[in-house]
């Protein structure tokens, strides 16, 4: 049986410091049975988890003229390890120079910018992949996926560490579609349509309950991410994201989307025309398909101990 979608927070926080210390997270559970209990990589320890180290991975291509605010705004933030991993897509218009300009002035005391330089323009999926890879390997606690153009604005990243410190998420979606997103008013109506058609087709066929599944703002825990296992993402598109919400839910994940307002971006034209949303459509049955097995190793298992946490403006997926 489902969990409720949503219960109170005070509530969520009373049951979990009534007789116990909050310094001690509970382990979660892994989504099937028989298999030992996958290790949670909670901060609770910590008294201030800002101080967690937090791996903002961008891809880029051809955003010169949104790159320096970008960092700009990224590091004013009050996470004094916060790094971030850019991978370009070698852009005709000198965002790769930049990066490595800009990086060379952040990396001064130390290291705190990293560029991937891709030979030629290879897709988001496989972007953020390889960024994914280098955030794990370089240590990272939590690690943002984020757009480069000020959709995804970066002060929203202190409001999602909160929450995923606080309720021990393992993923934390920027989501438009749960009571309190919204979508930028420049939007027109046919943009509007295909894109929330497109979240009720990828629900419907996928049988999840994420109401974002397109989203490309998420905030994860590492070792939620390392058990997603980079290596199986085939996805290389729109549909990328599509793929890793489907897999954090159907692993048993315990997910929260978290309302954010999605701006329209400041500078230059979406990448994401609508060619490329409708080769979507058939490849939702793909990844049925590829992750068949997968997926059924991890269903008719018992519930994870930890309960989701949401309120009228979260949601919150077992």
Known sequence: MHQPETQSVSQEHSSRTSGKSVTHAPPAQSARQGRPNRPRHLVFEQPDCRR????????????????????????????????????????????????????????????????????????????????????????????????????????????????????????????????GGSLDENWNWWRSLLSKWANIYCRSVLKIRVRDMTAGFKLW???????????????????????????????????IELPIHFEDRRVGQSKMDVSVKLESVWRVWELLWRHRKRVA???????????PVGSERHAAHR
């Open 52 to 179: 967690a180290t937090v791996a903002v991975v961008v891809p880029t291509y051809n955003e010169a003229s949104n790159l320096e605010e970008l960092i700009d705004s990224l590091f004013s933030l009050p996470l004094p390890n916060l790094r971030l991993v850019i991978v370009d897509d070698n852009s005709p218009d000198g965002t790769g120079e930049l990066a490595e300009k800009l990086a060379r002035r952040y990396n001064q005391a130390r290291s705190r910018i990293t560029v991937i330089h891709r030979p030629r323009k290879s897709g988001l999926g496989t972007a953020y992949v390889a960024g994914f890879q280098h955030a794990l390997a370089d240590g990272a606690d939590f690690i943002v996926q984020m757009d480069a153009d000020f959709s995804h604005s970066p002060s929203y990243i202190m409001q999602m560490l909160g929450v995923i410190c606080a309720t021990g998420m393992d993923v934390v979606i920027g989501s438009r579609y749960v009571p």
């Open 221 to 255: 825990q590492r070792d939620a991410l390392r058990e997603i296992q980079m290596e199986s993402i085939r996805s290389n598109g729109y549909i990328f994201q599509v793929e890793m919400a489907y897999l954090s839910e159907k692993l048993g994940f315990h997910i």
């Open 297 to 307: 190793g991890n269903t008719g298992s018992s519930a994870r101990p930890h309960p």
